[in-house]
Structures are given as C-alpha cells and as structure tokens.
C-alpha cells in the first residue's frame, strides 16, 4: 500500500488550494479514504472522510462548509479542495485508509496559509 500526497504549498488568508492523493498496492474503489492533518506542536487531527463509492462524505466542524472530499476511482486518487482557508489551516495535510485492521498513511503535504 503507498499513499502520495501532493499539491500543497503557500497561500494567501482567502485563497484556495487543493490537494491530491494517488494510492496504489491496493483496490482503492473498496476502501474508505480520509485526510488528517497536523500542525506545528499540536497532535494531529482528523479533516474529512468519503465513503469508497464517494456517495458520502463528513467533515470535522472546523472545516464543514469550507473544505469538500472528492475522489476519483478511475485514477485511484482522493483529493481535498479547501476554500476560505484561513492561517489556523497551516499544517501538514495526511491521506490516511485502513485497511485490514492496518492504518496506512502517506508522508504528508505541507499546506502554509500566510500573507
């Protein structure tokens, strides 16, 4: 199992970013898919989750209304676009499944909300 994390990077209070995660070593389109994150000093923290068929989705409430879960079972890839971003987003964002009774995480992608 390998999860790659990518897209992050720097942007401006307000803006918007998305970030992608490409998966392999296992039949993505069967398994549930989340992202975390973890800021500097702070313990890390779970941001959303979707379903394997992407019919459902749930958020923490501190991104609900901001941040939307998509993913794309041809391409084996789960994406975060996160709108309104605001600097308490600033972390590394963490494409995370579980897969049987076994958590898999990728390396991470930093995400810097700054002006």
């Known amino acids: 199992v390998q999860l790659v994390e990518s897209g992050g990077g720097l942007v401006q209070p307000g803006g918007s970013l998305r970030v992608s995660c490409a998966a392999s070593?296992?039949?993505?389109?069967?398994?549930?898919m989340s992202w975390y994150r973890q800021a500097p000093g702070k313990e890390r923290e779970y941001v959303a989750r979707?379903?394997?068929?992407?019919?459902?989705?749930n958020y923490a409430d501190s991104v609900k209304g901001r941040f939307t879960i998509s993913r794309d079972n041809a391409k084996n890839t789960v994406y975060l676009q996160m709108n309104s971003l605001k600097p308490e987003d600033t972390a590394v964002y963490y494409c995370y499944t579980v897969r049987f009774s076994r958590n898999y995480w990728g390396q991470g992608t930093q995400v810097t909300v700054s002006s």
């Open positions: 070593g296992f039949t993505f389109s069967t398994y549930a």
């Open positions: 979707i379903t394997s068929t992407g019919e459902s989705t």
